[in-house]
């Protein structure tokens, strides 16, 4: 006996450019005798704000509580006043996208079709494209069911079909770019792959409603080209791309330095052609790649008339070191520089007897460790430093003197800088006549 229902090879579902009446009465009538189709899932569970609505023979509209779902019931397609509510629930649609939405009551039908209306902005084509949207609903196997008289306005944001009857409704992603975004340091590898998600097909040619399946790897990698910031394979300044034949993934590769990207984060774009959605021929898919810069970073100690044993004098020391940022937005330091310190301007107190002659430079600057965290855009620089006092003797004794106070050296919180591509220059005082200078230029 000839199957009713068969699995077919993935490519992307065609959007509609016009909207038809569908009604689930007709698809419900006929069911398989046994449904071995479909990925069911668990139904999701209430989220967010529920809003609610009485609508009557009169017809009517209702938005969810955050904008994102609109109903549009016409006139007469309820015979008496009814309580209409948007419940958003987590949506289990695969490849779902947001939230669902419960709609009750459950079942209600309507003697018209009405219409939903899923709006969309910028945030939600991060790794996928408006044209990979479709609308899908859930009926009481568990199986999402995607429609196919779904019309798309790119214009508006929205993607919307019709109905004549209330379940629980996604937005779901029939393809995408995974993961979406990352970061890597630079000269350092990314990978990314497409994928897409299975649906199957009603043989009867009566295809208003498919069930959904599963995500797996986009199957025909013949048809996908790969750019990095809009250029074939990428280049020099920008990364390049290495793909690997029969497999639908590719491994970008950052540039050894981050001076020269015409855009960072980079977008790692595979365009998928060989489809038909709302009249395009290709889809677009970037994953959004930063590419972490190390920073150089010089500091410098510069103190004037400072108080020594029986004497004054000037002092300058200078470290320095690299860093990078990980992707939990803590820094890593690595290639510590310190070097002695200089003296400049010994004076003997007057009235001192004796003669002083420094015996060691020291080290007061001596940085030992970094610390900082990345936030809102900017970096907070923690400079942890240990440092190693000049020293003196006099002919009176010849003893050797140590440099007096406290001992040298703490954790210097330097002012934040944004990530750029642009030096920084950073003061900070320690005390009256003591001044640390951080110069941070990216690499």
């Known amino acids: 006996m000839k199957s009713k229902f068969i699995l077919k090879t993935v490519t992307v579902v065609a959007f509609s450019l016009f909207m038809g009446f569908f009604s689930c009465k007709k698809k419900e009538k006929d069911p398989p005798a046994t449904i071995n189709y479909g990925t069911p899932t668990a139904v999701g569970t209430p989220t967010g704000v529920s809003n609610s609505a009485t609508i009557d023979a009169s017809g009517g509209t209702i938005f969810s509580a955050d904008?994102?779902?609109?109903?549009?019931?016409?006139?007469?397609?309820?015979?008496?006043?009814?309580?209409?509510?948007?419940?958003?629930?987590?949506?289990?649609?695969?490849?779902?996208?947001?939230?669902?939405?419960?709609?009750?009551?459950?079942?209600?039908?309507?003697?018209?079709?009405?219409?939903?209306?899923?709006?969309?902005?910028?945030?939600?084509?991060?790794?996928?494209?408006?044209?990979?949207?479709?609308?899908?609903?859930?009926?009481?196997?568990?199986?999402?069911?995607?429609?196919?008289?779904?019309?798309?306005?790119?214009?508006?944001?929205?993607?919307s079909i019709t109905t004549t009857h209330f379940s629980v409704y996604g937005l779901y992603e029939k393809m995408r770019i995974v993961p979406a975004s990352g970061s890597v340091s630079t000269g350092g590898t990314f990978s990314v792959r497409v994928v897409t998600l299975e649906t199957l097909t009603d043989n009867d040619g009566n295809d208003e409603l498919m069930p959904l399946g599963v995500m797996v790897d986009y199957p025909s990698p013949s048809q996908v080209n790969w750019t990095v910031n809009g250029n074939l394979q990428g280049n020099q300044n920008d990364g390049t791309l290495f793909y690997s034949t029969g497999t639908i993934f590719n491994i970008y590769t950052a540039p050894q330095s981050a001076s020269n990207m015409s855009v960072n984060p980079a977008a790692v774009t595979a365009m998928v052609s060989g489809v038909t959605n709302a009249g395009a021929s290709q889809i677009s898919l970037s994953s959004l790649v930063r590419v972490k810069r190390p920073y150089y970073v010089d500091v410098h100690f510069k103190g004037t008339n400072i108080q020594g044993y029986a004497c004054t004098f000037n002092f300058a020391d200078y470290g320095s070191f690299i860093f990078n940022y990980n992707d939990d937005n803590t820094i890593h330091a690595f290639d510590f520089t310190n070097t002695s310190g200089t003296f400049d301007s010994l004076k003997i107190q007057t009235g001192y007897p004796c003669t002083i002659t420094p015996t060691s430079n020291g080290n007061l600057l001596n940085i030992t460790t970094i610390d900082g965290i990345v936030q809102n855009g900017n970096i907070y620089l923690i400079i942890?430093?240990?440092?190693?006092?000049?020293?003196?003797?006099?002919?009176?004794?010849?003893?050797?003197?140590?440099?007096?106070?406290?001992?040298?050296?703490?954790?210097?919180?330097?002012?934040?800088?944004?990530?750029?591509?642009?030096?920084?220059?950073?003061?900070?005082?320690?005390?009256?006549?003591?001044?640390?200078?951080?110069?941070?230029?990216?690499?």
């Open 384 to 443: 942890n430093s240990l440092g190693d006092k000049p020293s003196f003797s006099h002919d009176c004794s010849g003893t050797i003197l140590p440099f007096p106070g406290d001992p040298y050296g703490g954790s210097y919180h330097m002012p934040s800088f944004p990530i750029d591509n642009n030096p920084h220059t950073l003061l900070y005082n320690l005390n009256p006549g003591e001044l640390i200078t951080v110069t941070v230029t990216p690499l």
């Open 67 to 159: 904008g994102r779902l609109e109903i549009i019931i016409p006139a007469n397609a309820l015979s008496t006043s009814t309580t209409i509510t948007i419940q958003p629930v987590t949506n289990t649609t695969p490849g779902g996208a947001g939230v669902g939405y419960s709609l009750t009551p459950d079942g209600q039908q309507f003697a018209q079709a009405v219409t939903l209306r899923f709006h969309y902005d910028s945030t939600d084509v991060l790794g996928t494209s408006f044209l990979a949207f479709g609308i899908a609903y859930q009926k009481a196997d568990k199986i999402w069911y995607s429609f196919n008289n779904a019309v798309l306005d790119s214009v508006a944001g929205t993607e």
